[in-house]
């Protein structure tokens, strides 16, 4: 497993795409948590939620790095590394 994150150049000035889940908010579904991707701006639910929508953002688009888009949450996590940041 990667001690550090190998992906940070690949981190962008974003803006989020939606107030929600952009997929979810499509289809009028529910999301339990948010997640932001730092290379494009996608909005979508964790891996909780049903649809795990930014995951498959990731699987997708190979954007590596999201952080948490919930109020007092400061975390980020690389899904190619594995590794919270």
């Not at 497993?1 to 803006?15: E, K, R």
């Not at 964790?46 to 688009?61: G, L, V, Y």
Request: aromatic share 8%; charged share 20%; proline share 2%.
């Amino acid at each position: 497993m990667a001690t550090m994150c190998s992906h940070l150049n690949q981190i962008h000035d974003v803006t989020p795409s939606a107030e929600g889940c952009e997929d979810c908010l499509k289809t009028g579904d529910t999301w339990v948590h948010l997640r932001l991707c730092l290379s494009c701006g996608h909005v979508g639910c964790c891996d909780s939620s049903k649809n795990t929508h930014a995951t498959k953002h990731f699987h997708k688009t190979h954007h590596p790095i999201v952080q948490s888009f919930e109020a007092g949450e400061h975390w980020r996590w690389c899904y190619a590394d594995e590794l919270m940041m």
